[in-house]
Every structure is written in C-alpha cells, then in structure tokens.
C-alpha cells in the first residue's frame, strides 16, 4: 500500500487515523498536530505534501533542514527531532520552530550561548528515554527535574514539554506504557513551577504507534514512513 499510494492519499489516511484515535480518546482534535518527517526525503515529495496542506515539518539533521527549508515556502514550520551535536548549534537560526532533543546539560549550555549571542529565545522539548534503552538518547525519568531546575538559569531557552522514542522492538503493549508513563511523568511535574518551563507538550508517537500516542496524551506525532514512503 505504501509504494503504490501517493503522498497525498497517504497523508489523507494518516489524518483519518489521527482522528479515528482522538474520538476513541475523547480528546480535543485542536490539541494534536502531525509532524511530516521527512528524513532522506527529497524536496519534491515535501513540495508534494505541502500541496496536500502539510505545513509542520521535522527533520532529524540539521544539515537536511539547511538543504530543504529554503525551498519550501516560508509559512512551513520546522521541527528538528534527531539529536542534536552542540557543533550544529550554530547552523540554527530562528526558523526552527522546536528542538524535540534537548538532552544534556552541555546542549543546554549551548543553546542559551547561541541565544544570546544571536537574539534567538529557542523552543525546546526534554527527551526523556523512558524505556531505558540503551540505544536511544535521553534523559532518564528521574533526571529530569535537576534538568529543569537548571533550565531557569539559561533563559534563552525555554522547555514546552517533554519528547521520548518507544524502545526498539518493544511490544504494542510495552509502548503504551511507555507513553503512558511519559504522560504521568509530565502531570507529576507540572505540579511544580520551573522558571522557562511549561510543559505542555507532548512528542511521541511515529508512524508504527502514534494511534497509542494520542490515546495517551500526545500533542505532537512525528510520522515519517505512513506519509512519504520508505527512505530513499
């Protein structure tokens, strides 16, 4: 089905499923946004999304957000959503309307560096590894609020929630949990009142699970796959 549908049609699927989940959870459909990942894609399959009235997109390099963003109109939004090296930091500018991987102090440190040096307040989301997955990035849940107590001390950046990926080859069931206790990680903490933090939102779910995702609270999907097709 992925290689004979087109972008549009796929992107159209994607979109029922999304809302298919929100009446399933009684959630607001306002409150949910798609990110169109468009990873090792080219130019024309974004161009061919945007047509289909995608505007949000994420990138996981910086170095494809700098060969694809000049290309696109400019009423597109762009997420960066792969880790971050602190040495690309630099290459960023005010275009990028959220960082999902702020996960260590040294990025942290970087970007209130960069954001002052430049004028840029960025946006920002602390990726939690939930799963404890050695193989992923991220924070790990009971680190998180040292990390946000020193968010108030670097106010050119500002924490809008908080961002996991599922563990590789987990169970259906296993990422539910995971999502779930990213969720409750999140209610617990905004219980308490950083300075820079508003944890509002919420990235997880991908093209094999964002249904799970929005059943459990997620605000923001990154799907890549659903929509574009395999990686070229």
Same mark, same amino acid.
């Given at each position: 089905?992925?290689?004979?549908?087109?972008?549009?049609?796929?992107?159209?699927?994607?979109?029922?499923?999304?809302?298919?989940?929100?009446?399933?959870?009684?959630?607001?459909?306002?409150?949910?946004?798609?990110?169109?990942?468009?990873?090792?894609?080219?130019?024309?399959?974004?161009?061919?999304?945007?047509?289909?009235?995608?505007?949000?997109?994420?990138?996981?390099?910086?170095?494809?957000?700098?060969?694809?963003?000049?290309?696109?109109?400019?009423?597109?939004?762009?997420?960066?959503?792969?880790? /971050? @090296?602190?040495? =690309?930091?630099?290459?960023? %500018?005010?275009?990028?309307?959220?960082?999902?991987s702020l996960d260590? $102090?040294? +990025?942290?440190?970087?970007?209130?560096?960069?954001?002052?040096r430049r004028g840029?307040?960025?946006?920002?989301?602390?990726?939690?590894?939930?799963?404890?997955?050695?193989?992923?990035?991220?924070?790990?849940?009971?680190?998180?609020?040292?990390?946000?107590?020193?968010?108030?001390?670097?106010?050119?950046?500002?924490?809008?929630?908080?961002?996991?990926?599922?563990?590789?080859?987990?169970?259906?069931?296993?990422?539910?949990?995971?999502?779930?206790?990213?969720?409750?990680?999140?209610?617990? /903490? @905004?219980?308490? =009142?950083?300075?820079?933090? %508003?944890?509002?939102?919420?990235?997880?779910?991908?093209?094999?699970? $964002?249904? +799970?995702?929005?059943?459990?609270?997620?605000?923001?999907?990154?799907?890549?796959?659903?929509?574009?097709?395999?990686?070229?």
């Open positions: 089905m992925l290689a004979k549908a087109g972008i549009e049609q796929r992107l159209m699927e994607v979109r029922q499923r999304i809302n298919q989940a929100v009446e399933r959870s009684n959630r607001d459909p306002s409150t949910i946004r798609l990110l169109a990942v468009s990873k090792t894609q080219s130019v024309s399959g974004l161009e061919e999304a945007y047509r289909a009235g995608q505007r949000a997109f994420a990138e996981n390099r910086v170095q494809e957000w700098l060969e694809k963003a000049p290309s696109l109109p400019s009423d597109c939004e762009w997420h960066l959503v792969g880790r /971050l @090296q602190t040495n =690309k930091v630099k290459y960023l %500018d005010q275009n990028v309307t959220m960082i999902h260590r $102090f040294p +990025l942290l440190e970087t970007l209130n560096n960069q954001g002052e840029i307040i960025w946006t920002a989301l602390v990726q939690v590894n939930v799963a404890r997955d050695p193989a992923k990035a991220g924070l790990m849940p009971e680190e998180v609020p040292d990390f946000l107590n020193s968010v108030g001390e670097c106010p050119y950046v500002k924490v809008q929630g908080l961002m996991t990926i599922g563990a590789l080859g987990a169970s259906l069931t296993e990422t539910h949990g995971y999502f779930r206790q990213l969720r409750e990680l999140r209610d617990t /903490l @905004q219980s308490q =009142k950083w300075p820079g933090v %508003d944890l509002q939102e919420l990235s997880m779910g991908m093209s094999q699970d $964002f249904e +799970l995702a929005i059943e459990e609270g997620a605000t923001l999907v990154r799907v890549g796959r659903q929509i574009f097709g395999e990686r070229e």
